[in-house]
Nanobody, 126 residues
Framework: VQLVESGGGLVQPGGSLRLSCAAS????????IGWFRQAPGKEREGISC????????WYADSVKGRFTISRDVAKNTVYLQMNSLKPEDTAVYYC????????????????????WGLGTQVTVSS
């Protein structure tokens, strides 16, 4: 099982980035994927999730309306489109795999995810 994030970088406030999470060793048909982020000196925050069926998508209030999660099962890749970026979005962004039956509720917790990527840095600054 491997998850590899890419697409991070430096962007000005109001700009956009698209992060990718390439999965290998398992199929997105069977596992939900979540996106988390961790800013310096802060706890890791769950920001979005896409389930394996339908699929259902979930967003934290901090990114709702600005970020969009999607997946390409053929490429076994999950994306996070980030628009209207703010300096407070600066963080290392991680994708992670959850149990096949996981459905997000009010929040995303680390304990619900068993495999993690190494992260990609996103810096929003002028």
């Amino acid at each position: 099982v491997q998850l590899v994030e890419s697409g991070g970088g430096l962007v000005q406030p109001g700009g956009s980035l698209r992060l990718s999470c390439a999965a290998s060793g398992f199929s997105l048909d069977y596992y939900p994927i979540g996106w988390f982020r961790q800013a310096p000196g802060k706890e890791r925050e769950g920001i979005s999730c896409i389930t394996r069926s339908d699929p259902y998508t979930w967003y934290a209030d901090s990114v709702k309306g600005r970020f969009t999660i999607s997946r390409d099962v053929a490429k076994n890749t999950v994306y996070l489109q980030m628009n209207s970026l703010k300096p407070e979005d600066t963080a290392v962004y991680y994708c992670a795999r959850a149990d096949p039956m996981f459905v997000p509720d009010e929040d995303l917790f680390d304990r619900d995810f068993d495999s993690w990527g190494l992260g990609t840095q996103v810096t929003v600054s002028s």
